[in-house]
């Protein structure tokens, strides 16, 4: 089987192209798993099947690293949108793809080499309705609710950008300090400071997220720049997530902390998002980068336990 390693930031998948690559699908969780394995597998944060789309150009169907499958990932539609562009799949910069049946329209700005090097996409409308998210509450829009966890009391915002996520901003961790006027001191400050390690998986698997949910801790740099760490539902923390950054922005306006365009710093790199709330759509723009292709056998797949 062909195969194609790409990232966004750093969110690095392994894509199939499905118009060629025909797997069952019965046979895909356990191929995910072996193949996102970084020991004895590829490597990465899951696997993407670029696959023929009913509704648009293309589908994009997405697994998370441990076999589960997922409606959305912002840096993994980029790739796609490349992967699309630069392996002749279409001549078009701007393209359709849909996703677990929703569809999302790219536009794509192409490098001096002629190949895509980043993509703009229309992610849509975010879902605030608790239950939509879906998050157990007794309140219809979860903004800045307490939530404890793992014996801590946090502040959280939750937003679906077609998948779950809870943003929390972390004011209290080493460097993160507030000034006289209530506004974050970024000086010094240092997100890798936050142990996410040590409660990413408690959110995730927190009763009241009867889906899981991925979480977004973020400091507030300016009125246009944050700082993000994301704890990925299924995968664990990954140095990027699209659909992360564009939640993340509308918890900051939904909290009056930025303005409605932020440039979210991630581990990986940085990705640029904008609410519209005229008319109530969110945009990112962010690179897309294609790492190596390869071919791997059933040898590799079907690996024999000991």
């Not at 789309?53 to 690293?65: P, S």
């Not at 209530?182 to 390690?197: E, P, T, V």
């Not at 977004?216 to 990925?232: A, G, T, Y």
């Not at 699209?242 to 990986?268: E, H, I, Q, W, Y």
């Amino acid at each position: 089987m062909k195969f194609t390693k790409m990232h966004g930031c750093g969110n690095d998948y392994i894509y199939v192209n499905g118009f060629a690559e025909h797997i069952a699908a019965d046979r895909k969780p356990e191929l995910v798993r072996r193949l996102s394995d970084r020991h004895f597998g590829i490597g990465g944060d899951g696997v993407i099947f670029i696959n023929p789309g009913q509704n648009a150009a293309f589908e994009m169907e997405m697994y998370n690293a441990d076999g589960t499958r997922a409606q959305m990932c912002g840096n993994g539609i980029r790739c796609v949108a490349k992967y699309v562009y630069d392996y002749g799949l279409t001549d078009q910069t701007n393209i359709t793809i849909e996703s677990f049946g929703k569809v999302k329209y790219l536009e794509l700005t192409l490098g001096s080499d002629g190949k895509v090097s980043t993509v703009r996409v229309n992610m849509g409308t975010p879902i605030l309705r608790a239950s939509e998210i879906p998050v157990i509450s007794d309140k219809e829009q979860v903004i800045s609710e307490a939530i404890e966890v793992n014996g801590k009391v946090y502040q959280m915002t939750c937003v679906s950008m077609g998948n779950p996520h809870a943003i929390v901003f972390v004011d209290d961790i080493p460097g993160g300090k507030r000034s006289e006027t209530g506004a974050f001191d970024s000086r010094d400050y240092d997100i890798k400071a936050f142990d996410i390690q040590a409660v990413g998986p408690f959110f995730e698997n927190h009763p009241r997220f009867p889906e899981r949910t991925n979480t977004e801790f973020v400091h507030i740099v300016d009125r246009n720049n944050v700082q993000m760490r994301v704890w990925e539902r299924g995968t664990g923390e990954t140095l990027a997530c699209g659909t992360g950054c564009c939640a993340t922005t509308v918890a900051c306006v939904l909290n009056g902390l930025t303005d409605t365009k932020v440039n979210v710093r991630v581990l990986g790199g940085e990705i640029v998002c904008e609410w519209d709330r005229q008319d109530n759509l969110v945009y990112m723009t962010g690179p897309a980068a294609t790492v190596f292709d390869g071919e791997i056998d059933d040898k590799m797949i079907v690996r024999e336990e000991i």
